[in-house]
């Protein structure tokens, strides 16, 4: 429990600054079953959360951003959309379409990778959404 307020400090933290900063209205919302993810994944969460929110910010300007995060089928999800202008290419990107193509984030991608997870990107004129999948199970190989 102490671990799941220090994250959702994190967050509410994070949150703070971007209407401060930016001016633009950021909505985060954490499932109940993320209190479960373990610890490394927990740390992985506020700065992967915040460079999905800043890239979004810097680059789409959006008028909102909206943050969920939630554990479902032993995946932590970490969705960032918002109301902006997409990414510069459009249409819908698994991990490894971005990979090959060379497009969104490569830190972003590369700290998913890290930990055994995947990004995706939904990019359109109305807006992007960049998914984070990161597994909270050993992944077997076999």
């Known amino acids: 429990m102490a671990t799941e307020n220090a994250l959702l400090k994190n967050l509410d933290a994070l949150r703070d600054?971007?209407?401060?900063?930016?001016?633009?209205?950021?909505t985060i919302r954490v499932g109940p079953r993320v209190a479960a993810v373990p610890m490394t994944i927990e740390r992985a969460i506020p700065p992967m959360v915040h460079e999905a929110v800043v890239n979004a910010l810097k680059h789409g300007d959006p008028s909102r951003i909206r943050v969920d995060l939630d554990v479902e089928d032993?995946?932590?999800?970490?969705?960032v959309a918002d109301d902006g202008h997409g990414?510069?290419?459009?249409?819908?990107?698994?991990?490894?379409?971005?990979?090959?193509a060379r497009l969104g984030p490569t830190s972003l991608r590369e700290r998913a990778a890290s930990l055994g997870g995947t990004l995706m990107i939904d990019s359109q004129g109305s807006g992007s959404r960049v998914e984070i999948a990161l597994p909270l199970a050993p992944v077997s190989v076999g």
């Open 17 to 26: 600054r971007v209407a401060f900063e930016w001016k633009v209205p950021l």
């Open 74 to 79: 032993d995946l932590l999800r970490i969705i």
């Open 87 to 100: 990414f510069p290419f459009r249409g819908r990107y698994d991990h490894q379409a971005l990979v090959e």
